[in-house]
């Protein structure tokens, strides 16, 4: 065969954007409509370049139990790509079991019924007529990987490194059934690499995912070997490669801040029939723009409107007001932006911050006077002020009754 191409991308999470309300004209909640259109481009885009296979690696919903106008949003776009002769590959990620009650199908199960759509529930080697090879591996489970005995006296750690290693076999296994002379091979999972990195500007660091994830991680010397000439990868929502032939997909559309300054895309690859490992383009989509707007102490409406981008219209927008701002400030920096068409996510202003008192020690056998003379020194009173205090003092004493004088 030719080379193949496939078109791959991951964590759709159609249903799991935050922000920016509902939408009046439809009913639908503008984050959905955005994953949603997403979804639909991808899907012509590959009718149109006749793609080999589009291949999603998990997580296309929030959880397991999605809503139907999810479900038939990611409907919408299998049938674009059956109408067109385009095959799907999509599998379990990890929030396809959140909320899933025991017993209950995968909710991808009500799409195996469009022509063209392969489900994937277990790891599984599927051929394509083209003789493109694409291996799948779900997210890996204790549950399906281990039996109970096997997990007595093991620590939480130890449980999901011995998940890991049944999940590499598993892959290995998969690559045993590769035949090199059918057609190029890809393999696509859902699954946690310990050389993934995370991190942010506003991290301002970044860690490795084995220090951070309490759960299987694999090891990128498992999964970064022949016979796979590319390896799609589903969880991290942050795009990036790893090894020769690794990557996270990433996720296509920006669900909240934390995607704020990270550029979305989804990955066209062109796998050789050679052999040769894939090339890799990554095809930027056109995400939901997130901005985070500071706003200066001491500014009023003039300085407000000149606070607002040109091309805010559509953008899902933070406020961050100055600690101690007026309250009345927050409802007018929020219509500002209404106005210019952006969907304010939040307006927040800190309080400002209490000092601590500070207290005066002063020696045990100290005199009031010489108490108040202390205080005086730390505060930096002036020594005018200072006598006209300790004047006031003397006669505020010399008012008091003795302690026991009325006894006697």
């Not at 109408?83 to 799907?88: E, L, T």
């Not at 490669?241 to 895309?265: H, I, N």
């Not at 969907?343 to 309080?351: D, E, K, N, Q, Y």
Request: with cysteine.
């Amino acid at each position: 065969m030719a080379d193949a191409v496939v078109l791959a991308t991951a964590d759709i999470h159609v249903d799991g954007g935050r922000h920016g309300g509902t939408n009046p004209l439809t009913g639908r909640r503008r984050a959905w409509e955005s994953t949603h259109a997403i979804w639909l481009d991808m899907c012509h885009h590959a009718v149109d370049i006749s793609a080999d296979a589009v291949v999603v690696p998990g997580d296309i919903f929030l959880n397991g139990w999605p809503k139907a106008e999810a479900v038939e949003m990611i409907a919408d776009g299998l049938r674009v790509l059956d109408d067109g002769g385009v095959p799907a590959i999509v599998g379990d990620g990890n929030h396809e079991w959140i909320a899933r009650q025991k017993g209950h199908r995968s909710p991808l199960e009500h799409l195996q019924d469009i022509v063209n759509v392969r489900v994937i529930i277990e790891p599984e080697l599927v051929t394509l007529p083209s003789g493109l090879q694409i291996a799948f591996v779900p997210w890996p489970r204790r549950s399906e990987l281990l039996e109970p005995d096997e997990m007595d006296g093991l620590s939480p750690l130890e449980i999901d490194a011995l998940v890991a290693a049944r999940a590499a076999e598993r892959i290995e296994m998969l690559g045993d059934q590769v035949d090199p002379d059918r057609g190029p091979a890809l393999l696509a999972a859902h699954a946690t690499v310990g050389d993934a990195m995370v991190g942010s500007a506003k991290r301002g660091s970044e860690m490795g995912l084995a220090e951070l994830f309490a759960e299987p991680v694999l090891a990128l010397g498992d999964i970064d070997v022949d016979p796979w000439q590319h390896v799609a990868l589903g969880h991290i929502h942050r795009r990036q490669q790893m090894g020769d032939r690794c990557w996270y997909v990433g996720s296509p559309d920006r669900l909240d801040f934390s995607d704020e300054s990270v550029e979305k895309a989804y990955s066209l690859i062109r796998i050789p029939d050679n052999g040769g490992l894939a090339t890799v383009e990554a095809v930027p989509t056109g995400a939901r723009r997130f901005s985070t707007i500071e706003v200066p102490s001491g500014a009023d409406t003039a300085s407000l409107e000149l606070l607002v981008p040109e091309d805010v219209e559509g953008a899902v927008v933070r406020i961050e007001l100055a600690p101690g701002s007026p309250v009345n400030l927050s409802s007018e920096v929020k219509r500002l932006f209404e106005r210019a068409g952006a969907s304010v996510a939040s307006v927040h202003a800190p309080p400002l911050p209490r000092l601590r008192s500070q207290r005066t020690v002063v020696a045990e056998d100290a005199s009031p006077i010489e108490g108040l003379e202390k205080w005086a020194t730390e505060q930096q009173v002036d020594s005018a002020q200072l006598e006209r205090l300790k004047e006031k003092a003397a006669l505020m004493i010399d008012s008091l009754t003795p302690v026991g004088a009325e006894s006697e």
